[in-house]
C-alpha cells in the first residue's frame, strides 16, 4: 500500500536553528498537508498546500514557518529559527482530492527536540 | 478554535466491544473520521462518515453520528489485543482542507 515517508524519524536542534523537515507524498496525491502534535496534546493543523501554493494555513503557521515542494516528489516544512515550544511530533500528509472522503494518508511523524 | 471532545482512556476486555465517543464542535462539518495511532507509526485513517448518513458499518467498526447532539461514537466488535492504540476523532473544518482532531482516546485492551 502506498505510504507517505517522513525523514528523519527523530531531529534534536538548538534553540535558533534552521531545521528542514522531509516528506515524500504518495505519488498521485495532489494536497499535501503538515501537522504537529505537542506531546500530550492534540494533533494540530499547520498548512495545506496545493498547486503550489498554501490552500490554507492556521495561527501556528506564522512567518517561521514555510514549506515548500521543490521537485516532483518531496515536501518541505521549514522552521526557520526554532523556539523550545517547537518541539513535538510533525506529521505530513497527502490526499488525493481535496474533498473529505478520500481522507488523508499521514506519515509517521518527525520528532522534533529543541534544546 | 473550539476543541474536539473525548474520553482520554478507555480499557476493556478481549472479546468485548469497544464504544469510543466523541463530541464535535461545528454543526456544519461534511465529514468525521475515526483515525488510529499504534505506538511510533503515523495517524491510520480507519473510516469515515458524511453527515447525512446516521451509520456506517465496516466490518467489526460500527461509526454513529448524531448530528443533533453534535456526537459521534466508534464502536469495535469483538476487540483484540491489536486493537490497542489511541484513537482521534476528527472533523473536516468548512475551508476542506484542515481536520480539526480531538486529543485522542487511549484504549488498552487486556487479555
Known amino acids: 500500500e502506498p505510504e507517505v515517508t517522513q525523514t528523519p524519524s527523530h531531529q534534536v536542534t538548538q534553540m535558533g536553528q534552521e531545521v528542514i523537515l522531509r516528506c515524500v507524498p504518495i505519488s498521485n496525491h495532489l494536497y499535501f498537508y503538515w501537522y504537529r502534535q505537542i506531546l500530550g496534546q492534540k494533533v494540530e493543523f499547520l498548512v495545506s498546500?496545493?498547486?503550489?501554493?498554501?490552500?490554507?494555513k492556521s495561527e501556528i503557521f506564522d512567518d517561521q514557518f514555510s514549506v515548500e515542494r521543490p521537485d516532483g516528489s518531496n515536501f518541505t516544512l521549514k522552521i526557520r529559527s526554532t523556539k523550545l515550544e517547537d518541539s513535538a511530533m510533525y506529521f505530513c500528509a497527502s490526499s488525493e482530492k481535496g474533498t473529505g472522503s478520500y481522507g488523508y494518508t499521514f506519515g509517521s511523524g518527525t520528532r522534533l527536540t529543541v534544546v | 478554535g473550539e476543541d474536539v471532545e473525548q474520553s482520554l482512556f478507555l480499557s476493556v476486555r478481549e472479546g468485548d466491544s469497544s464504544v469510543i465517543n466523541c463530541t464535535y464542535t461545528d454543526s456544519s462539518s461534511t465529514y468525521l473520521y475515526w483515525y488510529k495511532q499504534e505506538p511510533g507509526a503515523g495517524l491510520q485513517l480507519l473510516t469515515y462518515?458524511?453527515?447525512?448518513?446516521d451509520m456506517k458499518q465496516d466490518q467489526r467498526l460500527t461509526v454513529l453520528l448524531n448530528k443533533k447532539d453534535k456526537h459521534l461514537s466508534l464502536r469495535i466488535a469483538d476487540t483484540q489485543t491489536g486493537d490497542s492504540a489511541i484513537y482521534f476523532c476528527a472533523e473536516r473544518t468548512p475551508s476542506g482542507y484542515a481536520l480539526n482532531f480531538g486529543k485522542g482516546t487511549s484504549l488498552l485492551v487486556t487479555p
Open positions: 462518515i458524511f453527515s447525512n448518513m
Open positions: 498546500f496545493y498547486n503550489n501554493e498554501i490552500s490554507e
